[in-house]
């Protein structure tokens, strides 16, 4: 167990910067997913902490040792490979013990360990099967078998879910951040999908080009994102610019292009007077038939999808398109004239 | 040096790593130039031997160059007739193969049927068994079929041994044809002759060329069967070859005939290189 | 899911000019050897049944050695050629700088027939050759070393590791390359060094591969004829060149036709062993 840090990490592949001065402090048994769009630079940070990289930049630190220059056999982690990476010449009893063979753990040692390890992930029936004899879900159980039967100081995930079908992904993903938690690893995954960084995560590292745009706990990402990028590629979000026109305290009146919104920057930077900002708020802060809220806008449904339990809905405001959503059980189709209420702390103040 | 003080440990580490696999690298290209570059250099050197100012130890090269050794081949020894033998044995036989092969590799690329795999095993067959027990008990058959000592004969000899590398490629090339590509054209109106003419033909292209030239070095090499089959009435640049490295070794002869022979080759196998996917050569080496 | 098809007359006529070709000739040439080795079948003389032919050939001293000096040439031939090129193609695998060309220049003696690769090494190893004349002049060694004809059969072995080298690399390298850089870094991950990287799961997941080439440089070498004839000992000679100085030399038909049942079993007897083989490894996969 340990903790990680990472300071002023940079990652080269010839004249692309995969990963462009990172920060990032991991604390002792938490579990913060890395997540972004393909490319963001997630999967080299992942890498350079496991070792397959060496740093151009900055340093890996575990605990208070630098690791800038172990390879990756003499670091304490172990990864959960997308693939899975199993080893297919050998039983699934083997590949589980082939990090306890490499630390030349006596044999009646490695057998309790990997009889508790299989137990917990129900593979105890599977021992003498070869991987190409195991299903998907079997597969990512014995590559999780595999990696924490070790006991190492970072658990390493590189996307592990993304083969398997939707359903098991939720189930798998509970199991992962069960046993994580019961183990008390730190462990550091890296995803595309928000839903499983949401759902699975003590903090969430929001990454794009190889820069950090975002930490935070998954409340505070999907609540109040700080970027125009976080607000975008986490949920649905309606994104505008305005000019501030008046502040009083944290709450401020804004001239947007579709009308004049009132925002409650209660816990974020509190912008000037006559300052151009954008701002963003989620499709579900658009209470539909909300004569409370301080915000009132009355829109044009341009186009209504019917979710099952909510509607989706697409909406015109003086000439300017937003999202909105309704659980309303009225039905509301195309051409409908609907009023909504946004609460004025729904709104997030967003940095470029 | 200045420089390298003030840089942290891990990038001075970072660089030898570097620095090593570049050693490791140009390790290798010098011994890869070696093992290939210095036989056929010393095989250059002996045919340039001036034969009124021998070659002999301790000398490292020859003391002054001629191309008297090829003159004398080509005037004083049969390597004309030879070449010629070769030379109008391997494209027969090339053709000939490619005509027995083409409607084996298509059924055997097209159609899923029963103990396929025997077949594909059995036309291995010539490449797989002894070259010298088919030379000498075929030499039996040819003898009482009367093809031997005869053209037809080393001809059919050599279709025979090309055949395993053109049907191993054609096979591939016919199986790689997507079934969608077929149905798109039967599809679109195409009958059995459009699709042979715009299908099959220009997709298989390439899988010929290789067959073809994988046959054509077979058929110059080929030194079993022509040996037992058509000496002494024919003899092609192996067995002549071979008759230069027997009992009277004659080195400067030798090499002038080893030259002659793998020229060809070798431009052969840059045009492989080339213009071929490598796929065709792990095919007609036949991974079993 | 795609239907077996049927043997339709038309996929029997469109098969007979390819398979059957081989079948008549290889299949009559092997029939006879099989024939002629039990006193079938002869061309003169008369023909009936015995087993006379292998009793003399078993018995003799000089086919025994020649056939104990091609096993040899063939398992020490395979091994040295796999060793040579295993290391190769782990080079090979990752690519590089300059890896292309150099991949193009170890490819050459594929493509040199076996009779000029004996010749062209023949010049470096023979008593007089650039190797002994190197390291004389070096001062290494007093005398040339023997390396050509010589008794144990080095030259031939050199030979053949030149000549196949790159038949063998290309077999091992496609085998290496099936190798996911996952599966490696997954070892690192857990804690494997160079060494158990190489023999935990380089070479077991390259096996099959390493067994193919070893088989088919085998049966290579032991069936050998040209490259012993010009740079194996003087006695023995190898199972082939004895067998054919037998019949073209002695007209000794009958015991080459043992020696070539000898041959031929030997090769079917390593497919068969590889075969099973194989299939033992997939089947537990």
């Not at chain 1, 109040?224 to 970027?227: A, D, L, N, R, V």
């Given at each position: 167990m340990a903790t990680l840090k990472l300071t002023n990490l940079v990652k080269h592949f010839d004249d692309v910067?995969?990963?462009?001065h990172i920060d990032l402090e991991v604390a002792d048994g938490e579990f913060v997913t890395l997540l972004?769009?393909?490319?963001?630079?997630k999967t080299t940070t992942l890498r350079t902490i496991a070792g397959f990289y060496y740093p151009d930049e900055g340093e890996v630190y575990f605990g208070d040792r630098i690791?800038?220059?172990?390879?990756p056999n003499k670091r304490d982690t172990a990864m959960c490979f997308q693939s899975y990476a199993?080893?297919?010449?050998?039983?699934v009893w083997d590949n589980i013990s082939f990090g306890l063979k490499m630390r030349k753990m006596p044999a009646s040692e490695q057998k309790i360990k990997i009889e508790r390890v299989m137990e917990m992930l129900s593979l105890s029936e599977l021992g003498?099967?070869?991987?190409?004899?195991?299903?998907g879900g079997q597969q990512q159980r014995v590559a999780l078998a595999r990696s924490i039967v070790t006991e190492p100081e970072v658990l390493l995930f590189?996307?592990?879910?993304?083969?398997?079908?939707a359903k098991l992904r939720v189930q798998v993903r509970v199991e992962i951040r069960e046993m994580q938690k019961r183990l008390g690893i730190t462990a550091i995954y890296v995803t595309h999908d928000q839903d499983e960084a949401l759902a699975i995560s003590d903090r969430i590292v929001i990454m794009e080009q190889g820069r950090i745009e975002q930490i935070g706990d998954p409340y505070t990402i999907y609540r109040?994102?700080?970027?125009q990028f976080v607000a975008g590629f986490i949920g649905l979000a309606n994104i505008f610019d305005g000019v501030v026109l008046e502040v009083e305290g944290t709450r401020c009146t804004v001239q947007a292009p579709f009308g004049n919104v009132l925002i409650n920057a209660e816990g974020q930077e509190v912008p000037h007077k006559g300052a151009t900002i954008h701002f963003s708020w989620r499709?579900?802060?658009?209470?539909?038939?909300?004569?409370?809220?301080k915000n009132q806008i009355t829109g044009n449904v341009l186009q209504a999808v019917f979710m099952g339990d909510i509607t989706d809905l697409f909406i015109e405001v003086n000439g300017y398109k937003m999202r909105a959503q309704s659980d309303d059980e009225a039905k509301i189709v195309a051409g409908d004239s609907v009023s909504f209420g946004i609460a004025e702390h729904a709104f997030s103040i967003l940095r470029e | 040096m200045d420089k390298t003080m003030a840089m942290p440990l891990y990038l001075i580490k970072k660089r030898r790593i570097k620095r090593f696999y570049l050693m490791i690298t140009l390790f290798f290209v010098i011994i890869q130039l070696l093992w290939v570059g210095i036989p056929i250099f010393m095989a250059i050197m002996w045919s340039l031997v001036n034969p009124d100012d021998a070659w002999s130890y301790?000398?490292?090269?020859?003391?002054s160059f001629s191309l008297e050794q090829w003159r004398y081949v080509f005037n004083y020894t049969n390597i004309a007739r030879a070449l010629k033998t070769s030379y109008s044995i391997a494209p027969l036989a090339v053709i000939l193969s490619f005509l027995l092969s083409l409607p084996t590799s298509y059924v055997l690329g097209r159609k899923d049927i029963p103990g396929k795999k025997v077949f594909m095993l059995v036309v291995l067959l010539p490449m797989i068994m002894p070259g010298m027990v088919v030379a000498l008990f075929l030499s039996r058959v040819f003898n009482l079929m009367g093809l031997s000592q005869t053209f037809l004969g080393l001809v059919l000899a050599h279709t025979l041994m090309s055949m395993p590398y053109m049907i191993r490629v054609m096979t591939t090339s016919f199986a790689s044809i997507p079934q969608d590509v077929i149905d798109a054209a039967e599809n679109l109106g195409a009958g059995t002759f459009v699709k042979i003419k715009d299908i099959f033909l220009p997709m298989i292209r390439p899988g010929l060329i290789a067959g073809m030239i994988f046959a054509f070095t077979t058929s110059i090499e080929e030194f079993n069967l022509t040996f037992i089959i058509g000496t002494p009435t024919f003899e092609t640049i192996p067995t002549i070859l071979y008759s230069f490295m027997?009992?009277?070794?004659?080195r400067t002869n030798a090499s002038v005939v080893s030259l002659l022979m793998m020229t060809p080759n070798i431009i052969m196998l840059f045009i492989v290189e080339r213009f071929l996917k490598s796929d065709y050569l792990s095919a007609s080496l036949g991974k079993m | 899911m795609k239907k077996k098809d049927k043997m339709t007359p038309f996929i029997i006529l469109m098969l007979i000019p390819g398979v059957g070709f081989i079948v008549f000739f290889i299949g009559s040439s092997i029939s006879i050897t099989v024939l002629q080795s039990l006193?079938?079948?002869?061309?003169?003389g008369e023909s009936g049944f015995t087993l006379g032919y292998w009793k003399s050939i078993l018995s003799s001293r000089e086919a025994i050695d020649s056939l104990l000096f091609s096993l040899r040439m063939g398992i020490l031939s395979s091994v040295g050629t796999v060793l040579v090129a295993f290391p190769l193609a782990l080079f090979f695998r990752k690519s590089g700088p300059a890896k292309g060309m150099l991949g193009s220049i170890i490819k050459v003696p594929l493509f040199i027939p076996a009779l000029v690769a004996a010749f062209l090494i023949l010049n470096l190893i023979s008593y007089h050759g650039l190797i002994n004349t190197t390291l004389m002049r070096l001062n290494i060694i007093d005398e040339p070393l023997?390396?050509?004809?010589?008794s144990f059969g080095w030259g031939v072995i050199t030979i053949q590791i030149w000549k196949n080298l790159p038949f063998v690399l290309l077999i091992l390298m496609s085998a290496i390359s099936s190798i996911r850089d996952d599966t490696i870094d997954a070892a690192r991950n857990l804690g494997a060094g160079y060494w158990s990287v190489l023999f935990r799961i380089y070479i077991p997941l390259a096996m099959p591969g390493i067994l193919v080439a070893m088989i088919l440089m085998f049966i290579k070498a032991f069936g050998d004829f040209p490259i012993t004839s010009v740079?194996?000992?003087?006695?023995?000679?190898?199972v082939a060149n004895r067998m054919q100085i037998m019949a073209n030399?002695?007209?000794e038909w009958n015991q080459a036709a043992v020696l070539g049942v000898i041959i031929i079993i030997t090769t079917f007897f390593v497919i068969w062993a590889y075969s099973r083989f194989a299939e033992l490894v997939q089947g537990g996969a």
């Open positions: 910067v995969a990963v462009d972004g769009p393909s490319g963001c630079g690791m800038n220059n172990i390879p199993l080893f297919p010449h050998m039983s003498k099967r070869k991987p190409g004899q195991l299903s590189d996307e592990p879910l993304s083969n398997l079908d109040h994102p700080e970027t499709p579900e802060d658009m209470k539909i038939r909300d004569r409370t809220s | 301790p000398n490292l090269i020859p003391p027997g009992y009277n070794f004659i | 006193g079938f079948f002869n061309m003169m023997r390396m050509l004809n010589d740079a194996g000992p003087v006695y023995p000679s190898s030399l002695y007209q």
